[in-house]
């Protein structure tokens, strides 16, 4: 079993609940799968950056004390890590406001080792932000020429690209380097404009790579393509993501 390599933002998230309570939880998806694969005995490494300040110390500790690899996280020192508060609304939606600096150098770690049974896995919107994509597609080349699984995730925030039509460039890029591409029916509503698995499938997905898997939140239920097989993981609600994310991976992983 190789390892998984994850490339991604690393946020904290502040979470306003309508009590009044506040939850601190570090990373989105990506971060928190690796922190879950690694606490079940995976070997993962994530690439990605956090500031050198109190917030990067508590995303990267949540990582490290989970045994993910964190010497590709870089720290840098000119800028903020990114900070999201999110604001629960009676109607059972959420409010999401974003802070954070980014420095003004380009995007440079250390690579991690690839082998050819490596997973990697990138997206977020990490994936396309220009001051990170001329690094991140030397390494995602590089993991190609290592014969490793390449997986994309499409997702970003609404707050971070205002218009999809400006990144769709990027995002296809992105998906013609990839071997799998993992979404979530929200994602396929965000980038596609259509929430349907199938037709999405059919019209944006196939064309790049016939291995796909979308994650509906709302059944609790992935979708495997091209064979079309539904499997019940985790449990209904976003919160679900990271359990069916963790079961994909874990298949991919497997020699």
């Not at 989105?28 to 606490?39: K, M």
């Not at 917030?55 to 999201?84: C, H, K, M, N």
């Not at 992105?174 to 929430?195: K, W």
Request: charged share 25%; glycine share 8%; aromatic share 8%.
């Amino acid at each position: 079993m190789g390892k998984i390599i994850f490339i991604g933002e690393l946020p904290l998230n502040l979470i306003f609940g309508r009590d009044g309570g506040v939850t601190v939880m570090p990373c989105d998806r990506i971060g928190r799968a690796a922190a879950s694969l690694a606490a079940a005995g995976h070997s993962v490494v994530m690439v990605g950056e956090a500031a050198a300040d109190p917030v990067g110390d508590i995303i990267v500790d949540y990582l490290a004390s989970a045994g993910v690899d964190v010497r590709s996280v870089d720290r840098f020192t000119e800028g903020r890590s990114p900070q999201r508060d999110i604001f629960e609304q009676p109607d059972g939606t959420v409010r999401l406001v974003g802070y954070g600096r980014e420095p003004d150098v380009e995007f440079d770690t250390v690579w991690p080792r690839i082998d050819p049974d490596d997973v990697v896995v990138f997206g977020s919107y990490f994936s396309l932000n220009d001051r990170v994509r001329p690094r991140l597609l030397d390494l995602l080349e590089h993991a190609r020429a290592r014969k490793a699984t390449v997986v994309y995730l499409p997702y970003f925030e609404t707050f971070q690209v205002p218009r999809v039509t400006r990144v769709m460039p990027s995002v296809l890029d992105n998906m013609e380097l990839a071997d799998v591409i993992v979404t979530t029916t929200d994602d396929l509503q965000l980038v596609f404009g259509n929430r349907d698995a199938d037709e999405n499938y059919r019209l944006h997905i196939e064309f790049y790579t016939p291995r796909f898997y979308n994650i509906d939140t709302a059944s609790a239920t992935v979708e495997k393509f091209p064979e079309r097989e539904k499997t019940a993981v985790g449990s209904p609600g976003p919160g679900g993501v990271v359990d069916a994310l963790k079961s994909i991976l874990s298949t991919l992983s497997r020699p």
